[in-house]
């Protein structure tokens, strides 16, 4: 009776434009002078490029892996790009006045006005552009308290110390195939240093841009929270439609010492290919923190509802006595899209906390999996696990998988684990219909319900945005 | 407002609804009353436009074919069904709910949507009329109800909406005298000249608080007898099986 319009995802991505914009490539393939090339161009003392070189000599030994649920075709590494940045962002400019207006536009265009930012209070952006940082924003404020947020290459010249001191300390160069291969080619990301007792008095973020074809993105992010201090960092993700697959592979390290609290978010709205399963992100990161000290606390709250395949699990070590982790997820998948997504636990101090609320929704012929590890050590004692799983289906053509590891090594600990899978009921739509919302309005409004103890978790300014992207991500999925 | 000729409503080729003539003025409440599986629910359901059943004949509301219109239009064009289940929709705030309904039911009409706060003072004096704890409000919709909060949730929702033509599917079942008094009441005080009701009901004494203006009886898919009040004291004395050997 009702007439169910045909909705083509690739019209509904309204980020899937592209900046035209001369760049600075590296030559393709990955070797040596690559790597080279990457360190030249940022200007990297040597111990960086000796780090790099020693990643890269151990990805010579590594094989990827796949035992992952969602398969795809070889990625053939040396056809890629490692490194593309605008010209204009060669020499880093010094203000936001200097910034290409190119990239100012293509910011705007994507909801983040760089500019009008100075007068928005409230949240301090890192704009990443392909391969370069091209603009922070605060930097000055945040400066008076101490503060340091700025790309993490400035970092590793302005602040090697910091630096070398963590990276590679929670996600080491010989860690798997992917992390392995983006310390060898990492080329921008955020570094974040909050010093001892300070509250971050705004929201940090990151918003990341592919733009350039044939291009892989190799993010590198590193947030150090010192004794007795507080920040909440988002990040957000967009990139153009493409018929190839491209490649996102980030490692994100975190760091909580002594009575800090990182509270780390994102919303990852890579472009998932098209509802035949056509080109799509690539999207597989190390995500890692480490309650390193005692009465620490690290919050992961993810909102995935791009890319062709996600397959990521950050991840908790909670080291520090008393420490507490917790990872909060919405992962949603349509038509041909693909997710392996969950988190580790990792218990090694006495007392520790972890919670996981996990939401996988599924829509079309799509494939969601949660995978997850709660390894609660021998010394580990009076330590707790909850984790939530809950499945929700649309059609009859998509997956829904849970895959929980649970490894408790002492008696005073305790792991509770639930999980359900359900259906959207017909029963609800008829209602939610029967109250005059239409068919689109009526799923978005229930799946917004099933995500809601997620999507609190998100810090206000991007809860509304996360609400509406939760909706059109599954636009079209019931006829 | 409503009109209907010669309905006949069949789902999995089972033939429920067969023949089915009813006509309802502005200012009118009409009861229906009816043994188990006579049709009741099916005729609210196609009222209100869910998918899944073979209809033929004719439903004019307002003087129009209602056709194939969709759930929600129907519902934007002023017809409000009260479940008899009403269903649970978890982490969806019941009062966030009504006004997302509310204010796409004013856009539909042309009229201005509400903001939260003018929202929120109707909501409370509404609910406050009807004897609802305010509490319930903030509540998930539906979730955890007792089968009297969720029906004096349905009344609410209706006084608010404000439709044109209701359609209260077996609201009084399951309620004590005092919840079945505050919707009787929700009913009264929600009559106008301009709005129509139709009633679908097991028993009297519902129609005891309402003054029904007709109350017809439905078997086996069709109006078997139409009269007034007294037809449904007559009727809750010999019961149905009464009617049919007089009918």
Redesign the interface.
Known sequence: ??TQKDINTQEDYKYGFTTDIESIKAPKGLNENTIKFISKIKKEPQWMLEWRLKAFNRLKKLKEPNWQKPKYPKINYQDLYYYSAPKSASEKPKSLDEVDPKLIETYKKLGIPLQEQKRLSGIAVDAVFDSVSVATTFKDELTKKGIIFCPISEAIIKHPDLVKKYIGSVIPITDHYFATLNSAVFTDGSFVYIPPNVKCPMELSTYFRINASETGQFERTLIIADKGSYVSYLEGCTAPMRDENQLHAANVELIALDDAEIKYSTVQNWYPGDKNGVGGIYNFVTKRGACRGKNSKISWTQVETGSAITWKYPSCILQGDNSVGEFYSIAITNNHQKADTGTKMIHLGKNTKSKIISKGISAGSADNTYRGLVDIGRKALNSRNYTQCDSLLMGNKCGAHTVPYIKNKNSSSTVEHEATTSKI?D??L??????????E?AVS??V??????VLQQLPMEFAVEAQKLVGISLEGSVG | MLEIKNLKASINDKEILKGLNISIKPGELHAIMGPNGSGKSTLANVL????GYKISGEIKYQGKNLG?I???ER??KGI??A?Q????????NTSN??R??LN??KK?RGEKELDALSFIKIIKEKSKELGMDEKMLSR??NVGFSGGEKKKNEIL?MKI?DPNLVILDETDSGLDIDALKTVANGVNTSRDKKNSFLVITHYQRLLNFINPDFVHVLADGKIVKSGSMELATQLEKSGYKGLYSNA
Do not use: H
């Open positions: 009776m009702k009921n029963e609800q008829f209602y939610c219909n029967q109250r005059g919302l239409n068919q309005e409004l229930i917004n319900g099933f995500c809601k103890e | 209100s436009g869910k998918e194939d969709s759930i929600d519902a934007q409000f069904l479940f289940y009403p269903t649970e929709i978890p982490g969806v709910f009504l997302t309904s796409k039911i539909a998930q919709l929702q909406l």
